[in-house]
Nanobody
Framework: QVQLVESGGGLVQPGGSLKLSCAASGTIVSIDTMGWYRQAPGKQRELVATITKRDNTYYVDSVKGRFTISRDNAKNTLYLQMNSLKAEDSAVYYC???????????????WGQGTQVTVSA
């Protein structure tokens, strides 16, 4: 199987920065699109950013110009650089990846357990 582990979350002041990481491990053949989602208490999970294996990126309007998604394919790792953080960015951030595993010809979606980001003075 596959495991995605997020790290880098924490408590920061408004205007501060954090960099999240998501490391994929397991019987991986290939990883296609990867993305970051977030979920605040009482809110639905929302898409924050995605990146294809060829580095084509998408950002939700609320984070454009502040967040940068990137990936290191050699390390099977996804990143999210978050700058100029606002209180409304506070949420649990989840990593998602479309992965083909050994013994299968299909890409399947996998989720990490999430990492907490809290922006507060």
């Amino acid at each position: 199987q596959v495991q995605l582990v997020e790290s880098g979350g924490g408590l920061v002041q408004p205007g501060g920065s954090l960099k999240l990481s998501c490391a994929a491990s397991g019987t991986i053949v290939s990883i296609d699109t990867m993305g970051w989602y977030r979920q605040a208490p009482g809110k639905q999970r929302e898409l924050v950013a995605t990146i294809t294996k060829r580095d084509n990126t998408y950002y939700v309007d609320s984070v454009k110009g502040r967040f940068t998604i990137s990936r290191d394919n050699a390390k099977n790792t996804l990143y999210l650089q978050m700058n100029s953080l606002k209180a409304e960015d506070s949420a649990v951030y989840y990593c998602n990846a479309d992965i083909m595993v050994v013994g299968d010809f299909r890409y399947k979606g996998f989720w990490g357990q999430g990492t907490q980001v809290t922006v507060s003075a």
